[in-house]
Structures are given as C-alpha cells and as structure tokens.
C-alpha cells in the first residue's frame, strides 16, 4: 500500500490520466534534423528541450570540460540550462557564460536561474550578478531557490520588500521573461505557494521513483501543475549525487531517467558530470517513448521497500540542512 491512502494502482491511473490531462506537454516535437525533442512549457506557449543541464555540476567539474559538454550538448538539441546564484560560489553562472559566449549560443539556449535571497534587494543583486556572471541581458526564467524554510512565502510576497516585487520589476525591465520557484522538501509547502495569488509560469520539484511512495510531489503536487498549466521541471530523478537510486535498489540509472521522462513534465533537469553521462540521456531523449503502465509498476514494486521511510530522499528531512546555503546561513544568524 502506498502512503497518503493511495494505492499504488490509484497511483498510476492518476499518472496517466496526467499523461492525457496535458498532452501537449508529453508529446514532444522532434526536429527535421535529429536533435532531441521539446515539449511545451505550460501556458507560456514555448517549447523547451525535455532535458537540461544541470547547473550545480557544470561549476562542479573542470572548466573546460563543462563548456565543451555544452557546446556538444546545444549541437544535440540539449538547449535547457539551469543555475542558481549560489551554485559553486557563483561558478556554475560563470561558466555557462563563458560557454555561450564563446560558443555565441545566446540565440539558441534557454536559461534558467535561481535568486537565493527572499528580500527585495537582495534578489535584486543576486538578479545582476547572474546576468553579469553568465554575461546577457535578460534571463529567461528566474526562480525563487529552495522555497522550503518556515516563513518563506510571507518574506517573498512581502509588499515592501519581497523577492517577488524584484522579479516583477525586472520582467517590467526585460531582465528576465518567466518567473516560478523551486524547492525539494514538502509537498505542502510547493501547494501553500501556489495558493498564493499570483501566475506562476513554472515550478522545479523532485521527481523519482522513490518520491512516489514517501511525502510525494508526484501525487500532490504534479496534478495540481497540470491542471492550472503551470510547468513542472522534474530534478533529482537518480536521488541527487550523493544517494543515488541504484545504490539502493536494483534500478539502472538509465531506467531511472525514463521514469522521469515518462512523467508529464516540460522537462528533466539532469546532472552531468562526464561527457558519457551526458550522451546517454541525449540517447534516451532522441528516440523516447514513455514507459509502459506495466513497467510503471513493475519499477514501484521493486522500489516500494526502499522508499517507504523517506530516509533515500535527504532532502526531504529538515534536519539534513539540505537546499540553499545562503538562506540557511542568515536564518542561523537571526537566530544568533
């Protein structure tokens, strides 16, 4: 039995009728000369690459390998890159610069990035140094990073002096085009945002095999996206990198990555850290097709036990200090 009075049949039936209520944005639309498909971006109307880059591990590797996975990646279709101002200190913003400009791949790429700060100033910064680090003049969708602290819709909303009231003034400036948040720790809090009166154009939530049984996004959240067509970006489809699924349970991570695909998502944000790693998901991406209801099930029998307490998804647990490190260091010293 799954948790939250689903069974794991009523699990899939909601599945796929997700897969039916947003086809638009599970249909993919190849191109005429092989590159890897897109799918719709919720009610923006724009399509988007249905994988992309990681951020965090683009600042992570050596440079020169990152930006040459990149010019590889965008020649394949890979056209989705992610990032966050606080990623390696600030690196991963510098390198994806570096990599579309010396590759002049502005045109071509679609870039996403993340604001750490919950006030009005201090988004505002993180907003400049982003476009100065990846060196552009607008950024095409901005998130509010790891919304998963007690108070943080009230400090983002904040009239005065909320994050939010920055990325309106910015989108008035044409520094970014679509705003939305993110966030990996608890259902409840993604719902509460999105209760808010505001027009979200996309929002970033952890996606796996594992999440289907414990505190899941999938069945809270992903249906309410649909609905409203708000799009979903799926991450940590291998668990993140340090507790990845197939060390836990005997699912391949290319089989893990379908899974991922299969749900009805815009896209899935990958972490790459080798050009290997990189190909095979381009390789999954370029001729996908959706996982079978059958083999739907078959993948959440086989990860049922090793999911059921949460402990294979860290940064579902407050205690674990897992998201963003520079939200995290001013609530510590708030509270002395």
Same mark, same amino acid.
């Given at each position: ?41 919720? +009610?923006? &109307? *724009? ?6 880059? /990681?951020?965090? #591990? ?6 020169? $390998? =990152? ?8 020649d394949q279709g890979v056209t989705f890159i992610d990032n ?87 989108? +008035?400036? &044409? *520094? ?6 993110? /966030?990996?720790? #608890? ?6 945002? $999105? =209760? ?60 893990c990555r379908r899974y991922a695909m299969s ?74």
């Amino acid at each position: 039995m799954m948790k939250n009075d689903f069974t794991r049949r009523q699990f899939i039936e909601t599945l796929m009728g997700g897969l039916m209520l947003w086809p638009a944005a599970c249909q993919f639309q190849p191109s005429n000369n092989g590159l890897i498909p897109t799918r719709l971006m919720g +009610k923006t &109307g *724009k399509r988007i690459s249905m994988i992309g880059f /990681g951020g965090w #591990d683009l600042g992570f590797i050596d440079e020169n $390998l =990152a930006i040459n996975m990149i010019h590889s990646g965008v020649d394949q279709g890979v056209t989705f890159i992610d990032n966050a101002w606080e990623y390696n200190g600030g690196r991963s913003e510098e390198v994806v610069g570096k990599a579309i400009t010396s590759g002049k791949l502005r045109d071509k790429v679609f870039l996403m990035s993340k604001v750490c700060a919950r006030d009005y100033e201090g988004a505002k910064q993180h907003l400049e140094d982003g476009l100065n680090r990846m060196q552009t003049d607008h950024i095409d969708l901005v998130m509010l990073h790891s919304i998963q602290y007690d108070g943080d819709r009230e400090r983002v909303f904040d009239p005065d002096n909320g994050a939010v009231k920055a990325l309106l003034e910015a989108r +008035k400036e &044409g *520094k970014l085009k679509y705003i939305g948040f993110s /966030g990996h720790r #608890d259902p409840q809090i993604h719902l509460d945002m $999105l =209760a808010m009166p505001f027009e979200w154009d996309a929002v970033l939530l952890p996606l796996n095999i594992m999440d289907a049984h414990y505190n899941s996004f999938q069945k809270r959240v992903l249906p309410e996206l649909l609905s409203r067509q708000i799009a979903p970006l799926g991450m940590k489809s291998l668990v993140g990198n340090f507790n990845r699924i197939s060390q836990r349970v005997n699912i391949s991570a290319e089989l893990c990555r379908r899974y991922a695909m299969s749900l009805p998502v815009s896209t899935l944000v990958c972490g790459w850290q080798n050009m290997d790693e990189m190909q095979l998901c381009i390789d999954i991406a370029r001729d996908f097709e959706p996982l079978t209801e059958s083999k739907i099930e078959e993948l959440l029998v086989t990860s049922e036990n090793s999911a059921a307490d949460g402990t294979a998804e860290l940064y579902k647990d407050s205690r674990s200090g897992y998201g963003c490190s520079h939200h995290s260091r001013i609530l510590q010293a708030e509270q002395g």
